[in-house]
């Protein structure tokens, strides 16, 4: 994707209205000779004049999933957590060299919000509040 940041925030827009998500942030990795660009968007935000969002992958809204942060479980319905996941990754592989994709979704406990971050070509990862889990290498499958 070689859109300008007000082209990344409607994409992001997009995606988080789609997925029921809570908001989206990307690390845009310019190349070597440029900073990195942080584009951070939140549910519900609009811009006026925005440019048309570019695609985004197939995915549903998330409703909340049920959280036990002391032990570190996750309640959603079957499949739920692996469409977000897959779309959250096919989003993120769209992006250059070493940019990152953070997508975050409400729980049932406010103060663990479920997190999923991916990078292209690397595995995800998931956090339930301020606790990261790396995933399998090639999870979920596509």
């Given at each position: 994707?070689?859109?300008?940041?007000?082209?990344?925030?409607?994409?992001?827009?997009?995606?988080?209205?789609?997925?029921?998500?809570?908001?989206?942030?990307?690390?845009?990795?310019?190349?070597?000779?440029?900073?990195?660009?942080?584009?951070?968007?939140?549910?519900?935000?609009?811009?006026?004049?925005?440019?048309?969002?570019?695609?985004?992958?197939?995915?549903?809204?998330?409703?909340?999933?049920?959280?036990?942060?002391?032990?570190?479980?996750?309640?959603?319905?079957?499949?739920?957590?692996?469409?977000?996941?897959?779309?959250?990754?096919?989003?993120?592989?769209?992006?250059?060299?070493?940019?990152?994709?953070?997508?975050?979704?409400?729980?049932?406990?406010?103060?663990?919000?479920?997190?999923?971050?991916?990078?292209?070509?690397?595995?995800?990862?998931?956090?339930?509040?301020?606790?990261?889990?790396?995933?399998?290498?090639g999870w979920p499958p596509a």
């Amino acid at each position: 994707m070689s859109e300008g940041p007000e082209q990344h925030a409607a994409t992001l827009r997009a995606f988080v209205a789609a997925a029921g998500a809570a908001g989206a942030m990307l690390v845009l990795d310019l190349g070597p000779d440029a900073p990195p660009l942080l584009v951070d968007v939140a549910a519900g935000e609009a811009a006026s004049g925005e440019p048309a969002p570019g695609p985004i992958p197939h995915v549903h809204p998330l409703a909340p999933p049920d959280v036990d942060a002391e032990r570190a479980e996750l309640t959603a319905p079957m499949g739920a957590i692996a469409m977000a996941a897959r779309a959250v990754r096919e989003l993120a592989g769209g992006y250059p060299g070493r940019s990152v994709l953070t997508v975050q979704w409400a729980t049932t406990d406010a103060d663990v919000p479920l997190t999923i971050a991916a990078r292209r070509g690397e595995a995800l990862v998931i956090a339930l509040g301020a606790q990261p889990f790396a995933l399998p290498e090639g999870w979920p499958p596509a």
